[in-house]
């Protein structure tokens, strides 16, 4: 079955960097797209950006543009989430979901259990 | 960027309610919509994609309706397990918004 694992909570300080992990299994890695999503506490969700397992292209929300990177190891079928510059702002549960796609249609199908992600000084 | 205009951001129902949450886009999204619940801690889970597509293993009493810009998810007849946070979400184009999110509480 398709399994999706991130990797476990960071607390971080302001101005540092996070890298979050998101392992797949159960499927073909480069077949489908990986989005990220996240949310801060009590909040609602946040598309963060979305990154194509296949090629590694990318699309970022414009609010994070220079301070985000998704990348994929295909050897190891995994996404990668690297948030610079963190403020208070960006604590928050970040996900991994992959896409699926019906009649033309994607939809984030498959979701990670959760990476929190708390920055403070 | 499409802006996705959630309402109502709660509302409060009994068990055996009709509800209707609808969500509205800034433009054109033809049927590029889907609806997700989340609980408590928990991950997102797809309730309808392509705007009145039932995903698998959900419940009838879940339905969504609507193209363009004006959508809708209904749940003809709340139970106990209903009563958590619904999104929605295009796919149109990048960024793929959410919308701000319906809490769905117990009268």
């Known amino acids: 079955q398709v399994r999706l694992v991130q990797s476990g909570s960071e607390v971080k300080k302001p101005g540092a960097s996070v890298k979050v992990s998101c392992k797949a299994s159960g499927y073909t890695f480069t077949t489908y797209g990986i989005s990220w999503v996240r949310q801060a506490p009590g909040q609602g969700l946040e598309w963060m950006g979305w990154i194509s397992a296949h090629n590694g292209n990318t699309a970022y929300a414009q609010n994070l543009q220079g301070r985000v990177t998704m990348s994929r190891d295909t050897s190891t079928s995994t996404a990668y989430l690297e948030l610079r510059s963190l403020r208070s702002d960006d604590t928050a549960v970040y996900y991994c979901a992959r896409e699926a796609e019906f009649g033309g249609v994607v939809v984030l199908f498959y979701w990670g259990q959760g990476t929190l992600v708390t920055v403070s000084s | 960027d499409i802006q996705m205009t959630q309402s109502p951001s709660s509302l409060s129902a009994s068990v055996g309610d009709r509800v209707t949450i609808t969500c509205r886009a800034s433009q054109t999204i033809v049927r590029h919509l889907n609806w997700y619940q989340q609980t408590p801690g928990k991950a997102p889970k797809v309730l309808i994609y392509?705007?009145?597509t039932l995903q698998s293993g959900v419940p009838s009493r879940f339905s969504g309706s609507g193209s363009g810009t004006d959508f809708t998810l209904t749940i003809s007849s709340l139970q106990p397990e209903d009563f958590t946070t619904y999104y929605c979400?295009?796919?149109?184009?990048?960024?793929?918004?959410f919308g701000q999110g319906t809490k769905v509480e117990i009268k």
């Open positions: 979400q295009q796919t149109y184009s990048t960024p793929k918004t």
């Open positions: 392509a705007a009145s």
